[in-house]
């Protein structure tokens, strides 16, 4: 906005332009993320199937090289996933907690010192 009142805009003209600005800028912004989510959305389907062939593929090779049963593998792995599944809130929880630690522990600890 001080750049436009800089160049002799008066300055409501100058707040209206910024204003508008910053609702184009969001709106855009707004529009391309919608539209990664659509396009992710719609491919979401291909990768579920990818994914479940490279599971399958990488479960009979761990079977070959370790000599278990495929399906015990199987098994152990749906195991895992409800285990993880049951406490992601905490898992979740400690990770924000000790990525907050690191990012607002320096700045805490700065502003202190002052």
């Avoid at 609702?23 to 579920?48: C, D, G, H, W």
């Avoid at 009979?60 to 992601?88: C, D, H, R």
Wanted: charged content about 15%; glycine content about 6%.
């Amino acid at each position: 906005m001080q750049f436009l009142v800089r160049h002799r805009l008066p300055r409501i003209l100058a707040i209206v332009i910024a204003v508008l600005l910053a609702m184009l800028v969001t709106v855009a912004l707004v529009y391309f993320i919608s539209s990664q989510i659509n396009s992710f959305a719609e491919a979401s389907p291909r990768y579920k199937e990818k994914l479940d062939g490279l599971l399958k593929q990488t479960i009979a090779w761990v079977s070959v090289q370790v000599n278990i049963a495929p399906e015990k593998l199987t098994g152990w792995l749906a195991n895992a996933q409800s285990e993880v599944m049951k406490n992601s809130g905490a898992i979740l929880g400690q990770t924000l907690s000790t990525v907050g630690g690191f990012i607002l522990g320096p700045s805490l600890f700065r502003f202190m010192s002052l």
